[in-house]
């Protein structure tokens, strides 16, 4: 019996863990985060940033991808005789995969979206043009909104997902909240005035 469950669990936190790993560990290597600032100090808004957004919207869409591993290796534990882990790989993975198709119908999908992307871009657009907050207007994502660094106005109340970069709480402690939260910001976003 307790063999059986710890054979679930493995196999449940095997399907679990890499269903995650793309968006927990390729964006996270040194080269690719020489442009921007360490994690958890601001980010200024710039194409590199917009990019990051569309990169870890890829990186979260291909763990479907990767759940093939856990449903293939379920597969093989059910035929051959380890029934508890294949189940707990394929709980996992077929209910991850069947969540993320879902999230496209409903609204809670992953924090990183197109859309994202877009309102990033015409805050940066608005803030090079007439309509800018101040002169030397200077966009940057904080925790809980985009805000002009020179003139503190809010310029978009979103609160900042991860975003890739490697975290300041350490490796241990930031894959735990990466598990935990799947990338999506703690903080509330701020109101539009203040
Ligand atoms: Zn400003």
């Given at each position: 019996?307790?063999?059986?469950?710890?054979?679930?669990?493995?196999?449940?936190s095997?399907?679990?863990?890499?269903?995650?790993l793309?968006?927990?560990?390729?964006?996270?290597?040194?080269?690719?985060?020489?442009?921007?600032?360490?994690?958890?100090?601001?980010?200024?808004?710039?194409?590199?940033?917009?990019?990051?957004?569309?990169?870890m919207?890829m990186?979260?869409?291909s763990?479907?991808?990767?759940?093939?591993?856990?449903?293939?290796?379920?597969?093989?534990?059910?035929?051959?005789?380890?029934?508890?882990?294949?189940?707990?790989?394929?709980?996992?993975?077929?209910?991850?995969?069947?969540?993320?198709?879902?999230?496209?119908?409903?609204?809670?999908?992953?924090?990183?979206?197109?859309?994202?992307?877009?309102?990033?871009?015409?805050?940066?657009?608005?803030?090079?043009?007439?309509?800018?907050?101040?002169?030397?207007?200077?966009?940057?994502?904080?925790?809980?909104?985009?805000?002009?660094?020179?003139?503190?106005?809010?310029?978009?109340a979103?609160?900042?997902p991860?975003?890739?970069?490697?975290?300041?709480?350490?490796?241990?402690?930031?894959?735990?909240?990466?598990?935990?939260?799947?990338?999506?910001p703690?903080?509330?976003?701020?109101?539009?005035?203040?």
């Amino acid at each position: 019996m307790w063999n059986e469950l710890f054979d679930f669990f493995v196999g449940a936190s095997f399907a679990y863990v890499v269903i995650r790993l793309p968006f927990m560990m390729f964006p996270r290597m040194r080269s690719w985060n020489d442009q921007f600032s360490a994690h958890p100090s601001p980010i200024a808004l710039d194409p590199h940033l917009i990019q990051r957004v569309l990169h870890m919207r890829m990186f979260f869409w291909s763990g479907l991808f990767f759940a093939s591993l856990p449903l293939f290796l379920g597969w093989a534990s059910l035929k051959y005789g380890g029934a508890a882990m294949g189940f707990g790989l394929w709980v996992v993975s077929g209910w991850t995969v069947i969540s993320r198709i879902m999230c496209v119908i409903g609204d809670d999908g992953p924090p990183w979206t197109k859309q994202l992307a877009m309102r990033l871009q015409k805050v940066r657009n608005d803030s090079q043009s007439e309509d800018s907050c101040c002169e030397h207007s200077l966009p940057v994502w904080e925790v809980t909104a985009v805000r002009c660094s020179t003139c503190r106005k809010v310029l978009l109340a979103e609160s900042r997902p991860d975003l890739g970069r490697p975290r300041s709480d350490g490796w241990i402690k930031g894959i735990i909240r990466l598990l935990i939260t799947d990338g999506r910001p703690i903080a509330a976003p701020l109101g539009e005035e203040e």
